[in-house]
């Protein structure tokens, strides 16, 4: 069977688009893969090298996914990611074994121990996501290796001299390791590093042995709630492009101090914890100037209104975060900052999470191309458009262009919420929509017009769906067969 297959793969442009193919075999079987952090860990193997633009390689690096796709060789998962089926990844490995690409991929698979293999020294990537190790305590000696990912595993333990004899090792992945604590110093060995994800561990301080990372040009800590020492780190690390810090509880303003001496610096995600510290960001010029891709706003204690226009300079923005029991009741709507209605036009995610005091969502209108909206744990938002304040603003009086590329409406414990929108919209694009424990939310804006050509999915309680009020009998006879209960 494999040899058939294989005209697919000999038909690629070259060897760097193989390549980049028989990388995706490292992910576990059927595993959904963000294309995002596929396209860094090419960059940081220097599989797009040609490309000394992060931009220009981040492009290509899609342009290669996508003839990937056309060749049938991966599968689209929504915009944002793909899959490789099982038995393209079966040959995938085939061919790496059979080549000089020497592949050691055990993920997946239940490990429960740091596994072993006979020529550790000619293995160049090595995979062991997804498995139950909690230990690294044999040393390896890897001289080729270029690629090691362990993440998602239930780590506590790595050895200091682990990474003693890794010269060659550019991406390492760490993350999702929950009851990871501590990094152990020889991490400072890994001096070809260019690529490092530590993000969903729980690691409290960074080593000062990372200032040895001369080469590092990716860093992600996001979610990493308990890091607290970053120890004048982030500034050592001259080659940097892309540093992503969204949902990591270091302090935002020391980092934007160092970030000033970031030349390179073209990528950041970021947590800002009030008003001033946003404030205060702004005044930053490398923070200005860089891509600022997602921020989450948690806490803000210091105010009780929050203007929109704080946010949107923050350009490309493609996903924004409010949560951690914030005081603010109301997000300013301003209609001069409409202009051809939407000032957040890269604005792709939006999550409400513990904002109790907000009574609506209205300033959302300004995503135009918002495709994912979760809202949770806000106990007195009533609505989530209010037509009271789009009647403020002439521009949008009767949009029924709302929520126009919307594809995922997710709502979830708000005891207050009655209504989304109170005219019906088309959604054209909406895929699902799952509604749990909103006992008030009894209409839909929906009519016999909306979703047309969708299999849109309800998820709910059956409960509750008894209890929903449609527009007109057609309506619900439209949608009634949606219904997956959850």
């Known amino acids: 069977?494999?040899?058939?297959?294989?005209?697919?793969?000999?038909?690629?442009?070259?060897?760097?688009?193989?390549?980049?193919?028989?990388?995706?075999?490292?992910?576990?079987?059927?595993?959904?893969?963000?294309?995002?952090?596929?396209?860094?860990?090419?960059?940081?193997?220097?599989?797009?090298?040609?490309?000394?633009?992060?931009?220009?390689?981040?492009?290509?690096?899609?342009?290669?996914?996508?003839s990937l796709i056309d060749a049938c060789l991966l599968e689209k998962q929504?915009?944002?990611?793909?899959?490789?089926?099982?038995?393209?990844?079966?040959?995938?490995?085939?061919?790496?074994?059979?080549?000089?690409?020497?592949?050691?991929?055990?993920?997946?698979?239940?490990?429960?121990?740091?596994?072993?293999?006979?020529?550790w020294e000619e293995v160049i990537r090595m995979s062991v996501m997804d498995n139950l190790i909690e230990n690294l305590t044999d040393i390896l000696a890897c001289p080729n290796l270029q690629t090691l990912f362990l993440?998602?595993?239930?780590?506590?333990?790595?050895?200091?001299?682990?990474?003693?004899?890794?010269?060659?090792?550019?991406?390492?992945?760490?993350?999702?390791?929950?009851?990871?604590?501590?990094?152990?110093?020889?991490?400072?060995?890994?001096?070809?590093?260019?690529?490092?994800?530590?993000?969903?561990?729980?690691?409290?301080?960074?080593?000062?042995?990372?200032?040895?990372?001369?080469?590092?040009?990716?860093?992600?800590?996001?979610?990493?709630?308990?890091?607290?020492?970053?120890?004048?780190?982030?500034?050592?690390?001259?080659?940097?492009?892309?540093?992503?810090?969204?949902?990591?509880?270091?302090?935002?303003?020391?980092?934007?101090e160092e970030m000033e001496h970031l030349n390179y610096l073209n990528v950041l995600t970021i947590t800002f914890t009030s008003t001033s510290e946003l404030e205060k960001a702004l005044g930053f010029n490398k923070f200005i100037s860089c891509a600022i891709e997602h921020v989450s706003l948690q806490g803000f204690r210091d105010s009780r209104s929050l203007n929109i226009l704080a946010l949107a300079n923050l350009q490309p923005l493609y996903s924004l975060e409010l949560s951690g029991y914030m005081v603010i009741e109301d997000v300013k709507i301003e209609s001069n900052i409409i202009e051809g209605v939407g000032c957040f036009h890269s604005l792709r995610s939006i999550y409400l999470f513990d904002c109790n005091q907000l009574r609506d969502a209205s300033w959302i209108i300004f995503a135009p191309h918002l495709e994912r909206l979760f809202i949770r744990d806000c106990q007195g938002l009533e609505e989530i458009i209010s037509e009271e304040k789009l009647s403020e603003v002439a521009e949008l009086k009767g949009n029924s262009n709302?929520?126009?590329?919307?594809?995922?409406?997710?709502?979830?414990?708000?005891?207050?919420?009655?209504?989304?929108?109170?005219?019906?919209?088309?959604?054209?694009?909406?895929?699902?929509?799952?509604?749990?424990?909103?006992?008030?939310?009894?209409?839909?804006?929906?009519?016999?017009?909306?979703?047309?050509?969708?299999?849109?999915?309800?998820?709910?309680?059956?409960?509750?769906?008894?209890?929903?009020e449609w527009e007109d009998e057609s309506t619900q006879i439209a949608f009634f067969p949606s219904f997956k209960h959850r």
């Open 1 to 66: 069977m494999f040899p058939k297959l294989k005209f697919s793969y000999d038909c690629l442009a070259d060897e760097k688009v193989k390549s980049c193919f028989l990388y995706c075999s490292l992910y576990p079987e059927d595993k959904s893969i963000e294309k995002d952090e596929l396209i860094h860990c090419w960059i940081g193997e220097g599989l797009l090298d040609e490309h000394t633009n992060l931009s220009s390689a981040r492009n290509r690096g899609h342009f290669i996914i996508g």
């Open 78 to 119: 929504g915009n944002h990611r793909i899959k490789m089926h099982d038995v393209i990844r079966d040959m995938a490995l085939w061919i790496a074994g059979e080549s000089e690409e020497k592949f050691f991929v055990k993920s997946g698979v239940q490990l429960k121990e740091q596994p072993k293999a006979k020529k």
């Open 151 to 256: 993440g998602r595993n239930r780590l506590k333990v790595i050895i200091n001299d682990f990474f003693n004899f890794m010269p060659m090792l550019r991406v390492l992945d760490l993350s999702h390791n929950m009851n990871l604590k501590e990094l152990p110093v020889g991490i400072g060995k890994l001096v070809s590093l260019e690529h490092l994800n530590l993000s969903f561990t729980h690691i409290r301080k960074l080593p000062i042995e990372l200032k040895a990372l001369k080469n590092l040009k990716y860093l992600n800590l996001e979610r990493t709630r308990r890091l607290r020492i970053i120890p004048q780190l982030i500034s050592s690390f001259s080659k940097l492009q892309v540093l992503k810090m969204e949902g990591c509880c270091y302090q935002c303003s020391l980092v934007l």
């Open 402 to 468: 709302l929520f126009s590329k919307l594809e995922f409406l997710h709502l979830h414990n708000l005891p207050k919420m009655k209504t989304i929108y109170r005219h019906a919209l088309l959604f054209p694009q909406l895929k699902r929509i799952t509604i749990l424990n909103c006992l008030m939310l009894k209409k839909f804006p929906l009519n016999s017009n909306s979703a047309k050509g969708r299999r849109l999915v309800i998820e709910g309680d059956e409960g509750w769906w008894k209890d929903v």
